[in-house]
Nanobody, 115 residues
């Protein structure tokens, strides 16, 4: 089992920046990939960015050049640095981890971007 806890969400003005954190605990040695997803009201949950155990990253086209995913292995934490935020980035952001035991999700953290 893997437990994920997100933090760092909040209210920010358009053009501003926010950094989200996702701390993992439990069977972290089994994690092969981690990522961030987001879900706006009335919409499906979409991929934002992923990072593999080897360090390869992938981004949604809508966030390329603005968001950066990174990790600190010593802290078992993955970060999402979000710059140049837009109102359409408003959503609940979820951390996800994939391992042999399955797919794990955090509880989500709200990011609201005001215009």
């Amino acid at each position: 089992q893997v437990q994920l806890v997100e933090s760092g969400g909040g209210l920010v003005q358009a053009g501003g920046s926010v950094r989200l954190s996702c701390a993992a605990s439990g069977s972290i040695f089994s994690i092969v990939a981690r990522g961030w997803y987001r879900q706006a009201p009335g919409k499906q949950r979409d991929l934002v960015a992923t990072i593999t155990s080897g360090g390869s990253t992938n981004y949604a086209d809508s966030v390329k050049g603005r968001f950066t995913i990174s990790r600190d292995n010593a802290k078992n934490t993955v970060y999402l640095q979000m710059n140049s935020l837009k109102p359409e980035d408003t959503a609940v952001y979820y951390c996800r981890a994939i391992g042999p035991g399955g797919v794990y999700w955090g509880q989500g953290t709200q990011v609201t971007v005001s215009s």
